[in-house]
């Protein structure tokens, strides 16, 4: 009968209960203070790099201020507190990534609820991948967002690839107080030196990191074509995924799950991949890369904006996808980078850095 009650509660009615008993009192550190909402503390490696990222750009580039991560896990249970605590000069960031719109419904509800938590402070979405459909449940969700959005009356939201900037300048057309801004997904700021990576033994073998996922695009004869050529290599072939598991992670734990995964990606001879950050990751490890697409236009785009140009990436369209065994002769023949190096150039950096200051 319990579980029967349970189950026909609203989800927002059960949250709010879970929230008013097990709510915390936290001690903000004193002076200037910028936060970063929604803080990755599970096992998606991308999301870990994202926020150790953005950690780092603001360390760098905020240094008056005291940084302040709020775990995702945690966002429900400080918010009132931090509410209590919050003044005119701290900034509000909320996390990047390719969670912005319907495809994860529940990152999307947290970050709607900062953004409505904090209406005096400056608010910075940092770069994000919009996604949605022409279904009539995304329309609506759509709407909300833009609503929730433009009632805020000092927010920068930055897309990290033109697709989703095209979109955010139409939504938001005619709202003064929502900038929008064009960045490179934040990861692509640091290196992989800065994230704890070491210097490796020399590199053996192909690593494969495939979706398996709701953002899969590849179908039986995709996969085909790439096992054959895979094998044709005759080098030692090893699977991997940028999703590790776990949930409510140390911060060490974290840290460990990120510096581990690029090192597995530097001591590859070559990375076959169809996430968006296993091709990030891939640039800051120095391994050339073979990045094939998802469902969605984010992978595709974010190597159309700001890889294209890259030596050790090759991005395969489906339609040439007869092409990948040639694609990787290229890619074996292609010199490692170095754990210093940056995918892009800092200063496609510098409207954000702009909003922030």
């Known amino acids: 009968m319990f579980d029967y009650i349970k189950k026909a509660l609203p989800l927002k009615f059960k949250q709010n209960i879970h929230t008013f008993l097990n709510s915390e009192k936290i001690k903000l550190p004193i002076g200037k203070r910028v936060f970063i909402f929604l803080a990755a503390d599970y096992g998606n490696i991308g999301d870990l790099a994202i926020s150790a990222a953005q950690q780092n ?9 005291e940084i302040f991560p709020v775990p995702i896990s945690k966002t429900r249970l400080w918010l009132d507190s931090i509410k209590k605590q919050v003044n005119s000069d701290d900034i509000i960031t909320v996390i990047g990534g390719g969670n912005m719109g ?6 999307e509800s947290l970050r709607q609820l900062v953004i409505c938590s904090f209406p005096y402070n400056k608010i910075v979405c940092f770069p994000q991948t919009l996604d949605g459909d022409d279904s009539q449940s995304s329309n609506k969700a759509l709407k909300k967002l833009v609503k929730i959005y433009s009632s805020h009356s000092n927010i920068h939201i930055f897309a990290r690839e033109l697709i989703t900037y095209k979109k955010l300048q139409d939504v938001f057309n005619g709202q003064k107080n929502v900038k929008i801004g064009f960045v490179p997904d934040i990861v692509m700021s640091t290196s992989a030196k800065q ?23 590849l179908k039986a004869e995709h996969y085909a074509i790439l096992d054959s050529a ?9 699977k991997t995924d940028t999703h590790a598991g776990g949930s409510g992670l140390s911060k060490a734990e ?5 510096s581990n995964k690029i090192q597995q990606f530097a001591e590859a001879q070559l990375v076959i991949t169809d996430r968006l950050h296993g091709m990030i990751l891939c640039i800051l490890s120095g391994t050339p890369c073979l990045v094939l697409p998802n469902s969605n236009h984010k992978i595709r785009q974010t190597y159309l904006d700001w890889l294209k140009d890259h030596p050790r990436v090759i991005f395969v369209e489906i339609e040439n996808f007869t092409q990948v065994p040639k694609y990787i002769d290229q ?4 010199p490692r980078g170095n754990l210093t190096d940056y995918p892009v150039e800092l200063t496609q950096y510098k409207p954000l850095i702009k909003a922030l200051s």
């Open 102 to 107: 319907v495809l994860y419904p529940d990152i």
């Open 195 to 217: 994230l704890g990576v070491l210097n490796s033994s020399k590199s053996t073998g192909i690593l494969t990191c495939l979706r398996n996922d709701k953002e899969c695009a």
């Open 331 to 334: 890619l074996l023949s292609q």
């Open 57 to 65: 750009f603001l360390n760098e580039n905020l240094t008056d201020y």
């Open 230 to 238: 895979i094998g044709d290599t005759g080098l030692t072939i090893t």
């Open 254 to 258: 974290c840290n460990k799950l990120l």
